[in-house]
């Protein structure tokens, strides 16, 4: 059974910095890409930024400039390093891997969910 457990999350005024972390347990092969989303209630989930097993990258434009994710493959551990946030930041943020069971299967993960509120 695999695992994401996320944390980080919390209450941050506008224009400070938020150090979201997401550790995958378990039993796997190794972790193809990694994510992180996000969602707001009434809205779809939201893919706000990647990176590949290899550390290529990937952002959502409004957060291109602010964000920052990071991976360590070592701990099996994805990050994404906030900056500058504002209120329209303010979702629940996901962790997504994608999971190799073996060299020839792999499956998606995610974790529970950490809320980012982004206010006075």
């Known amino acids: 059974q695999v695992q994401l457990v996320e944390s980080g999350g919390g209450l941050v005024q506008p224009g400070g910095s938020l150090r979201l972390s997401c550790a995958a347990s378990?039993?796997?092969?190794?972790?193809?890409?990694m994510g992180w989303y996000r969602q707001v209630p009434g809205k779809q989930r939201e893919l706000v930024a990647t990176?590949?097993?290899?550390?290529?990258?990937g952002y959502v434009d409004s957060v291109k400039g602010r964000f920052t994710i990071s991976r360590d493959n070592v701990k099996n551990t994805v990050y994404l390093q906030m900056n500058s946030l504002k209120p329209e930041d303010t979702a629940v943020y996901y962790c997504?891997?994608?999971?190799?069971?073996?060299?020839?299967?792999?499956?998606?993960?995610w974790g529970q969910g950490t809320q980012v509120t982004v206010s006075w």
């Open positions: 378990g039993t796997f092969f190794s972790i193809n890409a």
């Open positions: 990176v590949t097993s290899g550390g290529d990258t």
């Open positions: 997504n891997a994608d999971i190799r069971l073996s060299p020839y299967t792999s499956f998606g993960s």
